[in-house]
């Protein structure tokens, strides 16, 4: 070991700063890490390629390759799930917008809890009822059952059969942040209001 070049320095203070800030995020949302490995497991690549990296470089620099290969499957894993071969989308989705509702812009016909109706047919592709709905929600199926209806004839969910609804794209659209409901009219959708 030479001593430290400015470079390497550089690399191991921002490395130690970004680390510590990961780290204290963890410690304050303790919920998010509880049974979701993955963000874990991204972290860890994170932490392992900020400090890790410029640490290896100063003890062991021929090791510095293996060091960054094996961070960036960390954080591949951490993003990507091997098992249903897909992006983790929707599981960081959930940990980064944990009240996603603050980026949407529900239309005035909207009440909150609209948001939680869409949400359980979100990411499940699945026809459900209103029983199961206000099952996985909390809210009584008669009140579940008067806001389908009602997002229904916005274009959010639609009716496949009698009592069975399933998340339109619009409706997707709009749990992602990437449609404003108060920004088209539902005559520009095609949709009866």
């Known amino acids: 070991m030479n001593g430290l070049s400015p470079f390497v320095g550089y690399n191991l203070a921002i490395g130690v700063v970004v680390a510590l800030e990961l780290l204290y995020l963890l410690s304050l949302e303790e919920s998010v890490t509880a049974y979701r490995r993955f963000v874990l497991v991204t972290v860890a690549g994170l932490v ?11 003890v062991a620099p021929q090791l510095v390759h293996w060091v960054h290969g094996t961070a960036a499957l960390l954080v591949i894993f951490g993003l990507y799930d091997p098992v249903t071969n897909d992006v983790r989308t929707t599981e960081w989705e959930r940990v980064l917008l944990t009240e996603p509702s603050r980026i949407r812009r529900p239309a005035e016909w909207m009440t909150p809890m609209d948001d939680e109706v869409l949400g359980a047919l979100h990411g499940t592709d699945l026809v ?15 009140e579940v059952n008067r806001r389908l209806i009602e997002l229904a004839d916005h274009g ?25 409901a108060t920004s088209s009219s539902d005559a520009e959708t095609g949709v009866r209001g």
């Not at 392992?48 to 100063?58: D, M, S, W």
């Open 128 to 142: 459900l009822t209103p029983a199961v709905v206000a099952f996985n929600t909390g809210f009584s199926r008669k």
């Open 48 to 58: 392992l390629a900020v400090i890790g990296g410029p640490i290896v470089e100063l």
């Open 156 to 180: 959010f969910v639609e009716k496949v059969e009698r009592g069975k609804y399933r998340l339109t794209r619009r409706g997707e659209q709009y749990l992602r942040g990437q449609l404003s």
